[in-house]
């Protein structure tokens, strides 16, 4: 079957149709345009939340390695605390133990003190004795000689 000629009408039909369909093309690519646009900005926003994790990640690691730091500062500085306490406990000891020498000492030397102090009263008492007995000989003597 021949193909009847094309109407000026069905020329204007067929290019109506064409523009909608370039204009439908035109419309799905923008559409496309921009849901890739929206894509490219998730992704950006994407890339942009990770590197700020990354960063906050990384502040968190230095926060960490600076507390371990104070710790182990701490902790050195307690066993050196430590150990000052206990050279001073040990300091302590020692001069607890000089200090009850020197007062069993103090009270040997006390006894002593005592013992000579007592010695020589007894030893005035027989001066004294003697000073007496001199001079009752004395008087005896100058009795005889009258």
């Known amino acids: 079957m021949p193909s009847e000629p094309l109407q000026p009408e ?14 439908d093309e035109r419309r799905d690519a923008e559409q496309a345009r ?4 929206q894509h490219r900005i998730v992704a950006e926003s994407g890339r942009t939340e990770a590197e700020e994790f990354r ?5 968190a690691r ?12 701490l902790r050195r500085e307690s066993e050196q605390l430590r150990e000052v306490a206990e050279t001073a406990r040990a300091a302590g000891e020692e001069a607890r133990a000089a ?10 030397a006390v006894h ?14 027989v001066v004294e004795d003697m000073r007496r007995m001199l001079r009752d000989i004395r008087d005896r003597i100058k009795l005889d000689s009258n």
């Open 99 to 108: 200090a009850d020498a020197a007062r069993h000492a103090a009270m040997e």
């Open 34 to 37: 921009r849901a890739t646009e």
């Open 62 to 73: 230095e926060v960490r390695d600076l507390h371990r730091e104070a710790l182990e500062t």
């Open 10 to 23: 069905d020329h204007r039909n067929q290019a109506e149709g064409g523009r909608e369909r370039a204009e």
């Open 112 to 125: 002593a003190t005592a013992e000579t102090m007592q010695a020589t009263l007894e030893n005035m008492k």
């Open 55 to 59: 960063r906050l990640a990384e502040e």
